[in-house]
């Protein structure tokens, strides 16, 4: 009889911890909180207090690449290891510093998704000493942003995916045989020689998108120089300004700003700057991605731009910069994610 109560006690046991795993596994998150491009930073007090802190926080709240006047990247909120509780913990952003002597040998950079709410993502540096991050943090900077931006750009591409303007689509896809999500209050379009636009009209806050392809028959189509010719010649062409004899093109007010990506394996070119009007007083940022259609020999440029005097521009132009994000060229499925170039953290 003891020897059957034995194993009786065993199996329960067996059984409980057998459902608490699973409760862990499927276990259910509140969602994220916070507002776009929030950072919240969250490190030692001696950390937070220190040179590195202050290093943190001015490479999250850097101006925005391309736009007419600084905007930072993050609002960065900090909090104390020692502080970091429940209340704070569904924070969307993530940015933790963990610094242990016993645990690392150098620095290292790893993110997560979904730690303490469903949609966060938390990017951690791990550390053996805070001297060792001194030059660690600023040659990592790039990741460091281009993380949470890309965090924040799926987020809006998720939402596309489900939510976005059906009849733009099918215009577009009619047009020049590639896809694109925009959201549905990008509805008033225009249709040219190989160049789809569409718009908000807005008088507020005016968001366009323009997509148009070129053939492909230059080695150097990708270069910095060909891509802004080439966008000034198609735009000279299509979008007027309001004036006789006016017209976009790119403003030489500032360099623009120039990135290789890769995107789903596919080459990409990112372009941000600024547009102006020849002959009229407008003007705003735009983010431009070209790619090469290999199926039909020719190039693809998505672009958005905006037209808001007088107000702050970040956040209108990240929102829809998402969108380029899904054009899908000829036999392209919707890419899962805006890529993440930093390992997992285990």
């Given at each position: 009889m003891k020897?059957?109560?034995n194993y009786l006690l065993l199996f329960i046991v067996a059984s409980m911890m057998l459902l608490v795993g699973c409760k862990g596994k499927n276990r259910t998150l509140t969602?994220?909180?916070?507002?776009?491009?929030?950072?919240?930073?969250?490190?030692?007090?001696?950390?937070?207090q220190g040179q590195i802190g202050k290093e943190l926080k001015s490479v999250l709240q850097s101006p925005v690449p391309g736009l007419p006047q600084p905007e930072a990247q993050f609002r960065v909120s900090a909090v104390p290891t020692s502080q970091f509780d429940n209340i704070v913990k569904p924070v969307r952003n993530i940015l933790y510093v963990d610094i242990d002597s016993t645990m690392y040998t150098q620095p290292k950079i790893s993110f997560a998704k979904n730690v303490w709410s469903d949609g966060q993502m938390v990017l951690y540096i791990k550390a053996p000493s805070v001297k060792s991050l001194e030059s660690f943090v600023p040659a990592n900077a790039a990741v460091i942003i281009e993380f949470f931006v890309s965090s924040e750009l799926n987020r809006v591409v998720k939402i596309l995916q489900k939510s976005y303007n059906k009849k733009s689509a099918e215009e577009l896809y009619?047009?020049?045989?590639?896809?694109m999500n925009l959201p549905a209050e990008i509805n008033v379009s225009k249709k040219g020689e190989n160049f789809y636009w569409v718009s908000n009209n807005?008088?507020?806050e005016r968001i366009d998108v323009v997509v148009y392809s070129v053939p492909y028959n230059d080695i150097n189509a990708f270069d910095l120089d060909k891509i802004i010719a080439r966008r000034d010649s198609v735009m000279k062409v299509?979008?007027?300004?309001?004036?006789?004899?006016?017209?976009?093109?790119?403003s030489k007010t500032i360099e623009p700003e120039y990135q290789k990506k890769n995107l789903g394996g596919k080459f990409v070119a990112e372009v941000r700057g600024l547009w102006e009007m020849e002959g009229d007083a407008m003007g705003g940022p735009f983010?431009?991605?070209?790619r090469l259609d290999e199926i039909n020999n020719r190039i693809i440029t998505a672009e958005v731009f905006i037209f808001a005097p007088d107000k702050k521009k970040k956040q209108a132009l990240r929102r829809i910069e998402a969108a380029l994000y899904t054009l899908r060229l000829p036999q392209e499925n919707m890419l899962p994610e805006v890529p993440i170039t930093i390992e997992t953290n285990n």
């Amino acid at each position: 009889m003891k020897t059957k109560s034995n194993y009786l006690l065993l199996f329960i046991v067996a059984s409980m911890m057998l459902l608490v795993g699973c409760k862990g596994k499927n276990r259910t998150l509140t969602k994220a909180t916070g507002s776009p491009f929030e950072v919240l930073l969250v490190a030692s007090n001696s950390v937070l207090q220190g040179q590195i802190g202050k290093e943190l926080k001015s490479v999250l709240q850097s101006p925005v690449p391309g736009l007419p006047q600084p905007e930072a990247q993050f609002r960065v909120s900090a909090v104390p290891t020692s502080q970091f509780d429940n209340i704070v913990k569904p924070v969307r952003n993530i940015l933790y510093v963990d610094i242990d002597s016993t645990m690392y040998t150098q620095p290292k950079i790893s993110f997560a998704k979904n730690v303490w709410s469903d949609g966060q993502m938390v990017l951690y540096i791990k550390a053996p000493s805070v001297k060792s991050l001194e030059s660690f943090v600023p040659a990592n900077a790039a990741v460091i942003i281009e993380f949470f931006v890309s965090s924040e750009l799926n987020r809006v591409v998720k939402i596309l995916q489900k939510s976005y303007n059906k009849k733009s689509a099918e215009e577009l896809y009619e047009l020049l045989g590639v896809e694109m999500n925009l959201p549905a209050e990008i509805n008033v379009s225009k249709k040219g020689e190989n160049f789809y636009w569409v718009s908000n009209n807005s008088g507020f806050e005016r968001i366009d998108v323009v997509v148009y392809s070129v053939p492909y028959n230059d080695i150097n189509a990708f270069d910095l120089d060909k891509i802004i010719a080439r966008r000034d010649s198609v735009m000279k062409v299509n979008i007027p300004g309001a004036y006789e004899n006016s017209y976009m093109k790119t403003s030489k007010t500032i360099e623009p700003e120039y990135q290789k990506k890769n995107l789903g394996g596919k080459f990409v070119a990112e372009v941000r700057g600024l547009w102006e009007m020849e002959g009229d007083a407008m003007g705003g940022p735009f983010v431009s991605l070209t790619r090469l259609d290999e199926i039909n020999n020719r190039i693809i440029t998505a672009e958005v731009f905006i037209f808001a005097p007088d107000k702050k521009k970040k956040q209108a132009l990240r929102r829809i910069e998402a969108a380029l994000y899904t054009l899908r060229l000829p036999q392209e499925n919707m890419l899962p994610e805006v890529p993440i170039t930093i390992e997992t953290n285990n």
